[in-house]
């Protein structure tokens, strides 16, 4: 007998009650009672007169999919959950909503929802179109037929490095799931960074609510991830919203300026600014949620965006190119012409006196290069000789 077929027997009024004495949780950001969570839609679709629904779907700023994996390996019974969710509140009205990334999985899942009466939607959750609806993680529609069940088990959902999804105990370290966490640089856990002293947290600390772990190494450039954790987040979002819309813009940029060598020391702070007002000042889990990766970047790996911006330097070795261009003070002559092309002003000298890059503000255009009509300036990934520190004359610097 199906986990639909069990709740079916008995009164909606008896359903209810036995979702509330589960004690089962919302999968979702917010881990509130299901049974409050219902509650609040009944309250809310008659304030709001909306009619009653039940919707299940993923976080919006989930831009992994990896969590679909509960729904592909039995979709029935994510469809019972719903539908059991639905019967519960007395309502009819059940939908499934997929990521636009994985449209392609709605064939897989239609004979299921079908079967249960679940319209299927590609596209993400209108929060504001879908008040007066019990808002349900994926996961929690599967835990709740499991309830009925009776074969309902207590666990996160984890996938370490890509690997295997598994459901483990929430008091489960991070170094018990993997023998690279020894050692790490840190982790991606969920929608933020974490440092290295995640490997003995638990996962109820951490809490990985996209299923995502990953073990961060040197060779893990943080600004890199991040500027594209947030490219992915712009692509997913509906735009609909400014705070959303245009605080994932400014945040992209501001990490793909810093990863081409063109960051500036304000935007640590601006990351701040603006993450930290998205978090507060959009509806829906988009903007709540994808700033945080921005967020957790700059209080965790500061360090590193320090190295990117003063230093232009990428600790991992991902970013800009690690080559870098001098003035030889043997050939240089002083004439001035590198300094006069230079659009960042950051070549020192006057006539007659060997001219010098300052390498923290040179973006590497080289156009001083081409500039120089006696080879004097140089690029190298090598080992770079010793320059003079101060104005020389030419033909006066000793090396």
Do not use: W
Request: charged content about 30%; proline content about 3%.
């Amino acid at each position: 007998m199906s986990a639909l077929e069990c709740a079916m027997k008995l009164s909606k009024e008896e359903v209810f009650e036995q979702i509330k004495t589960s004690g089962l949780l919302e999968y979702g950001l917010e881990k509130e009672l299901l049974s409050d969570r219902l509650s609040h839609a009944i309250e809310e679709s008659k304030e709001e007169e909306k009619e009653l629904g039940v919707v299940a779907a993923l976080n919006n700023a989930d831009t992994t999919g990896v969590l679909l994996e509960v729904l592909l390996a039995d979709p029935q019974k994510v469809m019972d959950g719903i539908a059991i969710a639905a019967y519960a509140l007395g309502t009819e009205k059940k939908a499934l909503y997929l990521p636009e990334y994985a449209a392609d999985k709605e064939t897989a899942v239609k004979e299921a929802a079908e079967q249960a009466g679940v319209e299927v939607i590609v596209g993400l959750v209108n929060v504001r179109a879908c008040k007066g609806s019990a808002l349900l993680h994926i996961v929690t529609a599967a835990d709740l037929a499991d309830t009925f069940a009776g074969c309902c088990e207590d666990g996160v959902y984890v996938s370490v490095n890509g690997g295997e999804l598994k459901k483990v105990s929430a008091e489960t370290k991070v170094s018990e799931l993997t023998e690279d966490a020894a050692g790490a640089k840190g982790f991606c856990i969920g929608y933020e960074y974490y440092g290295p002293e995640a490997a003995e947290m638990t996962l109820e600390e951490v809490h990985p609510d996209n299923g995502v772990i990953r073990v961060l190494k040197a060779s893990d450039c943080i600004v890199s991830e991040t500027e594209k954790a947030l490219l992915a987040s712009r692509k997913q979002s509906c735009g609909k919203c400014v705070f959303c819309r245009e605080g994932l813009l400014q945040l992209q940029y501001m990490q793909k300026e810093t990863t081409e060598g063109r960051g500036k020391a304000e935007f640590l702070d601006l990351t701040k600014e603006i993450g930290e007002a998205m978090t507060y000042s959009t509806p829906c889990t988009m903007g709540q949620v994808s700033s945080k990766i921005a967020l957790s970047a700059v209080e965790k790996f500061e360090s590193e965006f320090t190295a990117h911006i003063k230093k232009k330097k990428c600790p991992a070795g991902v970013c800009f190119s690690e080559e870098v261009i001098y003035i030889d003070p043997k050939l240089c002559q002083g004439c001035g012409e590198c300094a006069d092309v230079c659009p960042k002003d950051c070549i020192e000298g006057k006539a007659k006196y060997i001219h010098m890059i300052d390498e923290f503000d040179c973006d590497q255009c080289g156009k001083c290069i081409e500039a120089c009509d006696v080879g004097a300036i140089i690029k190298t990934s090598g080992k770079v000789p010793k320059l003079p520190n101060r104005l020389t004359k030419v033909g006066r610097f000793k090396r």
